[in-house]
């Protein structure tokens, strides 16, 4: 995503500024070593663009501005669950307005990290007290931290995901290795399939890998590099495409955005928000992703 002629806000530091797109506010990072966009909307990361490489991550041309739907492409944080478990789907934090907590520069990169807390909104959606932090780190790689604090009085369950999206030159020539040789299939019942270690896309996909290695590789012909997805802290790994008719059913996606993506998803996969990961009152849990070309 070109945050270069977006208009600007305010003026932070050297390094980083706030501009806006439509109604969401982005703190737009601009370095010798990197640029990035992260979106107060969502906590969304929207581009992440090495000097001299295309971005790595992909952005819906027609993604909604709005400040109110989740932005189609990027990394979206679903958190505190990931998919249709419950209401709204993928959770309510890539819908809700973070808060720029801090940002740091030095000559290797940029530190970000954004807000979130419980509020009367969302307890009314979720009825748990939490503060979550997403620490973005820009140098010629990004990692990605999102930290989950149980501020409550009790325990409470959940799960959540890092639902990347990965700009590739040509969907049907990317080779996807490291996920590993079993997953559910959301497509067949959530049936267990084991498969095989390497894979190049001809339809659509949605599967959650359950035992992926720990880098995930795309090999990319056609802008020529491979991305490395490292993720930690996750149970799984989820690849998404929806080709081309669920690209068609997509009010915020071109028909042919399909062509140009992957989601690689640091995913922790429960398949309820009962069966999630345990936080008791004080602890931390961290979810991660880092992604280089
Ligand atoms: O992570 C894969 C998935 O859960 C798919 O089932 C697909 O629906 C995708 O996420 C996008 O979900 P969204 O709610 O953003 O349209």
């Keep these: 995503m070109d945050l270069r002629s977006l ?5 932070l530091s050297d390094c980083v500024t706030i501009v806006e797109k439509d109604a969401v506010k982005i703190v737009r990072v601009m370095h010798d070593k990197a640029s990035a966009g992260i979106a ?14 295309e971005d790595l991550i992909w952005m819906s041309d027609t993604a909604i501005f709005d400040g109110k739907a989740a932005l189609r492409g990027g990394i979206p944080i679903c958190w505190p669950w990931f998919g249709r478990i419950a209401a709204p789907a993928h959770g309510f934090a890539r819908n809700s307005t973070w808060q720029l907590i801090e940002h740091r520069e030095n000559d290797n990169g940029v530190i970000v990290e954004l807000g979130l807390d419980s509020s009367e909104e969302s307890l009314r959606i979720w009825p ?6 997403l ?3 820009v140098t010629e790689q990004l990692k990605v931290s999102l930290k989950v604090d149980n501020i409550d009085q009790q325990p409470w369950t959940f799960s959540g995901a890092l639902h990347t999206y990965l700009n590739v030159g040509d969907i049907k020539q990317a080779k996807v290795t490291g996920m590993g040789s079993e997953y559910i299939d959301s497509l067949q019942n959530d049936d ?12 659509t996909i949605d599967r ?3 035992q992926p290695e720990s880098d995930i590789l ?5 802008l020529q590099r491979t991305l490395t997805i490292t993720n930690h802290g ?9 080709w081309l008719e669920g690209a068609q059913s997509m009010g915020d996606m071109p028909d042919n955005g399909y062509e140009t993506f992957l989601c690689v998803e640091s995913t922790l996969h429960a398949p309820s928000i009962e069966q999630g990961k345990t936080l008791h009152p004080g602890e931390t849990y961290q979810l991660e992703t880092i992604i280089s070309a």
């Design 208 to 210: 959650v890998y359950t």
């Design 234 to 242: 996750h149970n799984c790994a989820v690849l998404w495409n929806p």
């Design 7 to 11: 208009p600007v806000v305010s003026a």
């Design 192 to 203: 267990v399939i084991q498969g095989g270690q390497e894979l190049v896309l001809s339809d």
């Design 135 to 137: 620490i973005v780190e």
């Design 218 to 222: 795309i090999q990319d012909p056609v």
């Design 128 to 133: 748990h007290l939490f503060s979550i932090r």
């Design 40 to 53: 107060l909307h969502g906590g969304h990361v929207v581009s992440f663009q090495p000097a001299g490489q």
